[in-house]
């Protein structure tokens, strides 16, 4: 799940990571057999074998615990290699992954700093920022706390879909660095702290790292504890019983590469469409397994998350396959974030590869 990704621009155009993709694309380790370099290179046979890198995941581990993974591996003579990181971008851009677990509105500068063309081939997890204030805050939406202290865990991505809604909303600026609040950015286990204290009037909070606050009342979520996803269905997408856009995982690789290779790309979105299907039937048996990643630290804390889950909103999607209308759904968004001067006008909507379900 994509919770500690965190950059500081210093400017209203959408960048992400650039530092770590320098990083690691001047990194002396090795590429693993099957991953492309950077640059241009020529897509390479992935004779059966996916490099992926990630951050940590429980549906993932479940998968592995349970030997679903092996089991599947094994019937399709398909092996997926995975790495472990909150910095995704620096191990795919450095050539060391040929899949990558990223937000679609992070697409376009991911092709800027490698250089290649991407594609989008599969869906994992929606949006689930919320926008929350202190208990005794009067503020009822996003417009009312103009120049107030907004504390959130990243510059660019969640901030990026609540900063879209501010400009639509009201045409306020939200960005770091200036404009029309006072954003501060901080660890994601920390910004709900500081709303309970007095130190920031509102956050735009994970709800997973916001249990004990959540859950005292410390803090209340505006727009009835919906989540960007949830707002961007009601007000902006056409199918208002989508709960899935925007992205905040899809899976990414360079086109070349999927077009070379469609069987291993095909077999990755099976597995963790398995994946998905695994999470609805044992979800509460998998945050009982792996509760870090739940940030739950206590019974307490997992059954609030188990109750958000069930009654406020569960961001794991049905199905990791896409089709045409959800595509079309999801580039919108890409409109809005130009107009909004999250992404240049004349930058090209990410592309789209629709797999068959097999």
Same mark, same amino acid.
Not at 277 to 282: S, V
């Given at each position: 799940?994509? /919770?500690s990704?965190?950059?500081?621009?210093?400017?209203?155009?959408f960048?992400?990571?650039?530092?770590? @993709?320098? *990083?690691?694309?001047?990194?002396?380790?090795?590429?693993?057999?099957?991953a %492309?370099?950077?640059?241009?290179?020529?897509?390479?046979?992935?004779?059966?074998? *996916?490099?992926?890198v990630?951050?940590?995941?429980?549906?993932?581990?479940?998968?592995?615990?349970?030997?679903?993974k092996?089991e +599947?591996?094994? /019937?399709?003579k398909? %092996?997926?290699?995975?790495?472990?990181?909150?910095?995704?971008f620096?191990?795919?851009a450095?050539?060391? !992954?040929?899949?990558?677990?990223?937000?679609?509105?992070?697409?376009?500068?991911?092709?800027?700093q490698?250089?290649?063309? $991407?594609?989008i081939?599969?869906k994992?997890n929606?949006?689930?920022?919320?926008?929350?204030v202190?208990?005794d805050? =009067? /503020?009822?939406?996003?417009?009312? #706390?103009?120049?107030?202290?907004?504390?959130?865990?990243? &510059?660019?991505?969640?901030?990026?879909?609540?900063?879209?809604?501010?400009?639509?909303?009201?045409?306020?600026? @939200?960005?770091?660095?200036?404009?029309d609040?006072? #954003?501060?950015?901080?660890? =994601?286990?920390?910004? !709900?702290?500081?709303?309970?204290?007095?130190?920031a009037?509102?956050?735009?909070?994970?709800p997973?790292?916001?249990?004990? %606050?959540?859950?005292?009342?410390?803090?209340?979520?505006?727009?009835?504890?919906?989540?960007?996803? %949830?707002?961007?269905?009601?007000?902006?997408?056409?199918?208002?019983?989508? #709960?899935?856009?925007?992205?905040?995982? *899809?899976?990414?690789?360079?086109? &070349?590469?999927?077009?070379?290779?469609?069987?291993?790309a095909a077999?990755?979105?099976? +597995?963790w469409?398995?994946?998905?299907q695994?999470?609805?039937?044992?979800?509460?048996?998998?945050?009982?397994?792996?509760?870090?990643?739940?940030? /739950?630290?206590?019974?307490k804390?997992?059954k609030?998350?188990?109750?958000?889950?069930?009654?406020?909103?569960?961001?794991?999607?049905? $199905?990791?396959?896409?089709?045409?209308?959800?595509?079309?759904?999801?580039?919108?968004?890409f409109?809005?974030m130009?107009?909004?001067g999250?992404?240049?006008?004349?930058?090209?909507d990410?592309?789209?590869?629709?797999l068959?379900?097999s």
């Amino acid at each position: 799940m994509n /919770a500690s990704r965190i950059a500081r621009p210093n400017s209203r155009r959408f960048i992400a990571a650039t530092a770590v @993709l320098a *990083v690691a694309a001047a990194s002396g380790c090795g590429a693993r057999p099957g991953a %492309q370099s950077g640059g241009n290179a020529e897509a390479k046979d992935a004779n059966g074998v *996916v490099n992926m890198v990630m951050a940590p995941d429980p549906v993932w581990k479940w998968m592995e615990s349970q030997g679903i993974k092996q089991e +599947m591996e094994e /019937a399709a003579k398909i %092996q997926v290699l995975t790495s472990s990181s909150w910095d995704e971008f620096g191990v795919y851009a450095g050539g060391h !992954a040929d899949v990558v677990s990223a937000a679609s509105y992070e697409v376009p500068e991911l092709e800027k700093q490698t250089g290649e063309k $991407t594609t989008i081939f599969g869906k994992f997890n929606s949006d689930r920022s919320i926008l929350a204030v202190g208990k005794d805050s =009067p /503020a009822k939406d996003i417009c009312e #706390l103009k120049g107030k202290k907004i504390v959130t865990h990243s &510059a660019v991505s969640i901030t990026i879909m609540w900063g879209v809604y501010a400009k639509k909303w009201c045409n306020l600026d @939200l960005r770091a660095g200036g404009g029309d609040y006072e #954003l501060v950015v901080t660890d =994601p286990q920390n910004a !709900a702290g500081l709303i309970e204290r007095g130190d920031a009037d509102a956050g735009l909070l994970l709800p997973d790292f916001s249990i004990p %606050q959540l859950s005292s009342g410390a803090i209340k979520p505006l727009y009835d504890s919906k989540s960007v996803s %949830q707002i961007y269905a009601e007000q902006f997408s056409d199918d208002k019983t989508e #709960l899935t856009h925007p992205q905040n995982n *899809v899976f990414v690789a360079r086109k &070349a590469w999927v077009e070379k290779n469609p069987e291993e790309a095909a077999f990755l979105i099976k +597995m963790w469409d398995r994946g998905v299907q695994e999470w609805a039937k044992n979800r509460d048996k998998i945050i009982e397994a792996y509760p870090e990643d739940f940030a /739950a630290e206590s019974d307490k804390d997992k059954k609030f998350i188990r109750d958000w889950l069930a009654n406020t909103y569960d961001w794991f999607v049905d $199905t990791t396959y896409l089709d045409q209308a959800w595509v079309d759904s999801e580039t919108k968004l890409f409109n809005l974030m130009k107009e909004a001067g999250y992404v240049p006008d004349d930058v090209a909507d990410p592309d789209f590869t629709i797999l068959p379900k097999s």
